[in-house]
């Protein structure tokens, strides 16, 4: 009996039906030609291969979400799922339910986890990182003595600069106790007080850089009270270490050379910096310069101005008649009284001839009057007559006395008299009279002068009049 052959609808059915007998499994294999998640549905689509099988795996949106990992090709993943056959394509396909890293894949992915925790504190904050010097004049490196890690950056810093001193701290770089090596060897280094410290290995696979992975050895870099470089493997390795360290180098000969400046390279430097420094100064002193002659000129004018002013003022007082010639106020108020002595004079004549022809009218009328009179009217005449006469000289006398003492007094206050007493006019170095002695000062040049010329002195002492009680 002939075979009835099967549609492809009915063959495809037939697969998928006995494919979905197959309970679920566990496979672990290496991701390749990873493709994800798609943009629209957030599915990831991939192949995991060994050495002689390949099987295509769909890893829904929501599986790889709630994985935590990050697929690219290359990791070793283990995946929990089943088989299922896409009717349209007659495909096989591993679905994959439950997705985790394995061997290196989880070392990366426990790596990535306390690197995000560690980031989330701000250990790797780039404002929380200290400066290295620019100039170490002594750097600890932290690092294994049985390397040639070791000679290839005592042999850099020699050959950049060998001024810089070095000293060196021995730790483990490598299996189960090494961070706790690296970390007392971070302490010694700096309880040394080094201006840096240089935590350096070789290169080697991710699991043999693991131990600068490790926390413990995150947060002793991070706490570290000198600043820490960090030179761990080659080109692409990159540590924990690496992103908590305050500089992060591809190699310990890089990290060797950040903290040893080139001898040749600074004295270069060095140089231009001294043009520099010289041409700016240059520049500086010219502007000074140039301040300072529109200051002096400045100045100058108005010292000028203030001279010129203050030399007017001086004349001005010069030129007061006080100052200038006090004789001439002397000789004015003279003046005055013999012109006032004078108009006393003629009034005192003017007051005789008055009264003097007064009496000879009375004496006409008495001599008139006497041949009329009796003996006792002629002698009372006789009388009045004689104390007339003694009267006059009386009044007269007495204008004579009014006259003399106004005379006497004008006289006592003549500054001229004063002077032919004995006394001097003194005036202090601004040309002003020097009524006080609080007015002078020792030293100073004085003008004094007398009843008959003036001379010039100067001051040795100032003795103020003892004050009375």
């Known amino acids: 009996m002939a075979v009835r052959p099967l549609s492809v609808s009915a063959a495809v059915g037939l697969a998928r039906r006995t494919v979905e007998d197959i309970p679920q499994i566990q496979v672990i294999g290496e991701v390749s030609g990873f493709r994800g998640p798609n943009a629209r549905s957030g599915h990831c689509y991939f192949s995991v291969k060994d050495e002689s099988a390949a099987m295509d795996v769909i890893v829904w949106r929501g599986v790889y979400q709630g994985s935590g990992v990050q697929l690219r090709d290359g990791l070793e993943v283990t995946m929990s799922g089943s088989f299922q056959v896409y009717e349209r394509s007659g495909r096989l396909s591993f679905v994959a339910r439950r997705l985790s890293l394995a061997g290196e894949g ?68 490598q299996g189960p106790d090494a961070p706790a090596t690296i970390v007392e060897g971070l302490r010694a280094a700096a ?93 500086r002193l010219e502007g000074e310069s140039r301040a300072l002659d529109a200051l002096a000129g400045r100045m100058g004018q108005a010292l000028g101005a203030r001279l010129s ?57 008495l001599g008139r009057a006497a041949s009329a009179v009796t003996a006792p009217s002629l002698a009372a005449l006789e009388s009045l007559s004689g104390r007339l006469g003694r009267a006059a000289p009386s ?15 004008l006289e006592a206050l003549s500054p001229l008299k004063v002077i032919a007493r004995g006394y001097a006019i003194v005036r202090g170095p601004d040309g002003t009279v020097a009524s006080s002695v609080a007015s002078l000062s020792p030293g100073d040049s004085v003008d004094v002068s007398v009843s008959d010329g003036s001379f010039t002195a100067t001051v040795a002492a100032c003795t103020p009049a003892p004050t009375t009680r």
């Open 309 to 365: 002013l203050e030399a007017a003022r001086v004349e001005a007082l010069a030129a007061r008649p006080v100052l200038s010639g006090p004789e001439a106020v002397v000789d004015a108020r003279r003046a005055t009284v013999e012109l006032m002595a004078d108009d006393l004079a003629g009034a005192m004549e003017g007051l005789l001839r008055s009264h003097g022809a007064s009496l000879d009218v009375q004496g006409s009328r």
């Open 106 to 173: 989880l070392l990366r992915q426990r790596v990535a986890e306390l690197a995000r925790r560690l980031e989330a504190e701000g250990l790797m904050d780039p404002a929380r990182k200290r400066p290295v010097p620019s100039f170490c004049e002594r750097v600890c490196v932290v690092t294994s003595l049985s390397g040639a890690v070791i000679d290839d950056v005592k042999r850099t810093l020699a050959r950049r600069n060998p001024l810089v001193r070095i000293d060196v701290v021995g730790c483990s770089v």
């Open 395 to 409: 009044v007269t006398r007495r204008g004579e006395e009014a006259v003399r003492r106004m005379a006497a007094s």
């Open 191 to 283: 309880a040394s007080a080094p201006d840096a410290v240089l935590l350096v290995r070789g290169g080697g696979s991710f699991e043999d850089l693991m131990a600068f992975n490790d926390e413990s050895v995150a947060r002793a870099v991070a706490t570290c009270p000198v600043p820490v470089v960090t030179g761990i493997g080659h080109e692409p390795d990159h540590s924990i270490a690496d992103d908590v360290a305050d500089r992060s180098c591809s190699t310990p000969t890089a990290a060797a050379e950040s903290v040893a400046p080139d001898t040749v390279s600074l004295t270069a430097a060095l140089d231009r910096w001294g043009q520099r420094l010289a041409s700016s100064f240059s520049h």
